[in-house]
């Protein structure tokens, strides 16, 4: 059975930072892995998908890798920002399941 | 385009109270799917759609809970009798056929809508 693990649960960083949210899942055999971001009262929103060929997806201050041998992916923010205050979750799998972590709480701090 | 819509956003209610939740999918989305998020967890699949069939249903307490996409396009969850433990926000969410005018899609991007947080006193 898939678990997946992040860590850490809760982070707290000055603003201008660049910082690392990781996440660890027991299976390797998956398709893709997602990263998605929560604010509070509100859904889940895209951030990154990595399929399980590639080994990194970058958007704008966002970089994703994926590290499937040792079931590890990394999401690196560079520079954070007040607004980047959110809850992280990656979720693995694929053919339309998904298995999720249960997040980290990142507050920037102005 | 408009995302996925969820109604309503708060219930509250008492133990052993049925209550339904409502889910719009982005137009066109062949997939839906019904999550629960607990607090401080990530969500959880109840079900899954694929146009008006349920694919996936194993997660789903099937003693109280039930769901229904009638004509493949919105979807209702109920819950009857509602527990204490159900306490939860509820998700839909919803992707497109993964054949784009007859190119595969590489991605399988789920977009979720705002949820509704449901309260069982």
């Known amino acids: 059975k898939q678990e997946v693990t992040q860590i850490p649960a809760a982070l707290s960083v000055p603003e201008g930072e660049n910082l690392v949210l990781n996440c660890s899942f027991t299976d390797s055999a998956i398709y893709n892995l997602q990263w998605f971001r929560q604010d509070p009262g509100k859904g889940l929103t895209s951030l990154l998908l990595i399929q399980s060929s590639q080994r990194e997806q970058t958007s704008g201050r966002l970089n994703a890798s994926l590290d499937k041998s040792s079931g590890r992916s990394t999401l690196y923010i560079a520079a954070s920002q007040p607004g980047d205050s959110a809850t992280y979750l990656c979720?693995?799998?694929?053919?339309?399941?998904?298995?999720f972590g249960t997040g980290t709480r990142l507050k920037v701090l102005a | 385009e408009a995302g996925v819509v969820q109604s309503p956003r708060y219930k509250i209610i008492e133990k052993k109270q049925p209550v339904a939740f409502w889910c719009n999918p982005i137009?066109?989305?062949?997939?839906l799917y019904w999550y629960r998020q607990n607090l401080g967890q990530g969500p959880e699949l109840l079900i899954r759609y694929e146009n008006e069939e349920a694919v996936d249903d194993s997660q789903l307490p099937k003693d109280r809970f039930s769901a229904e996409r009638l004509k493949g396009v919105d979807s209702t969850l109920k819950i009857q009798p509602a527990e204490l433990g159900d306490s939860a926000v509820y998700l839909c969410?919803?992707?497109?056929?993964?054949?784009?005018?007859?190119?595969?899609?590489?991605?399988?991007?789920?977009?979720f809508g705002p949820g509704t947080r449901l309260t069982v006193l």
């Open positions: 137009s066109g989305h062949n997939t």
């Open positions: 969410a919803s992707s497109p056929p993964p054949w784009d005018r007859g190119v595969p899609r590489t991605t399988d991007t789920q977009y």
């Open positions: 979720a693995v799998g694929g053919t339309y399941k998904y298995i």
